[in-house]
């Protein structure tokens, strides 16, 4: 197998960066992966199972909640996919909630490559939540969506937001991004360049041994989870459509950012479809006739125009 540098991945269990490890220790990287405990068996064996694991596997305890950690994992790496992000907050930390950490998380993980000496590129997995098309007063949309929408962070949106845990997710995953392409532009010191990928709702297999927060949602309407349908009722007001996303794109969609020979920075919508609950619905009716939709779940949505889709 031909040999390949090395490249660091944050996150390392979850449910895109187990398959993105798994991708590039097949393609012959040697992958510097961060975990927030070595000691959890259950993520550690599934990372060890990989084929190619025992040669070009490399793991690292790091935790966005205590950055330092993430320097070691860095140096000597040519790439970096900043996968991670905290999802529930850590009241005995120094951080007033979730935004605060991810935002210093990724400052030093961005401090960390320029000191390296070695990063060629930081790919950072942002969110579509971090794109709305919503207008800043928050009524109607703009006239399409695409990589110049950014999600308004005031109070216009608040009636939208059933639960704090998910506005708190969406202001982390805008600031965060915000912070990741001013290091791409020299804002902060140190040209280096910086891709983030605004993935979809994501789907398709795992390889976790449980169902994937984001594909119990893409399902819920099979599953008559009522939680997961709320999920994509709010990004269908939030957004317009539902963006969806197979996990192979994804991952697919990292890869080739980093191995591009061509200088790449910026902003890039990673979804291949924009559908609407109703639309869901009706696919599900008319190609598995076997399971049972609720049609109450089908409502019709906005429709926001698309200029551009990785």
């Known amino acids: 197998m031909e ?34 405990d070595l000691k959890d068996e259950s993520k550690v064996g599934l990372l060890k199972s990989f084929p190619q694991s025992q040669d070009k596997l490399v793991l690292f305890q790091a935790d966005i909640y205590n950055s330092v950690d993430f320097e070691p994992a860095i140096k000597g ?41 070695t990063v060629k590129r930081l790919i950072y997995t942002g969110s579509v939540v971090s794109a709305s098309p919503r207008r800043v007063d928050g009524i109607g949309f703009n006239d399409v969506m695409d990589e ?10 608040a009636y939208l937001y059933h639960d704090a845990y998910l506005k708190d997710y969406i202001y982390s995953k805008t600031v965060t991004e915000k912070y990741m392409l001013s290091c791409g532009n ?27 927060g984001s594909v119990a949602i893409c399902i819920s309407h099979i599953t008559e989870n009522a939680m997961g349908r709320k999920s994509l009722q709010f990004v269908q007001e939030f957004l317009g459509k539902i963006p969806l996303v197979h996990v192979d794109d994804v991952c697919e969609a990292h890869i080739f950012c980093m191995e591009s020979t061509s200088s790449i920075n ?45």
């Open 186 to 212: 020299n804002e902060n010191g140190g040209r280096l360049e910086v891709v983030t990928l605004l993935c979809g709702a994501v789907g398709g297999d795992t390889l976790q041994s449980f169902t994937p």
């Open 266 to 310: 910026g902003r890039f919508l990673c979804a291949s479809s924009y559908v609407s609950l109703k639309e869901i619905a009706n696919h599900y009716v008319l190609h598995y006739p076997e399971f049972t939709v609720n049609q109450e779940w089908a409502k019709e949505g906005y429709e926001v125009g698309v200029n551009k889709a990785m």
């Open 148 to 157: 110049t929408c950014w999600t308004p962070l005031n109070d216009s949106l």
């Open 3 to 36: 040999a390949r540098c090395k490249v660091c991945v944050t996150g390392a269990s979850g449910y895109i960066a187990s398959l993105l490890i798994n991708k590039l220790l097949a393609k012959g990287y040697t992958v510097h992966a961060t975990l927030r």
């Open 77 to 117: 790496c040519e790439f970096v996919f900043h996968v991670a992000t905290p999802l529930i907050h850590e009241p005995a930390s120094q951080f007033k909630d979730i935004t605060e950490a991810s935002l210093a998380g990724s400052e030093s993980i961005a401090m960390y490559c320029k000191k390296a000496g």
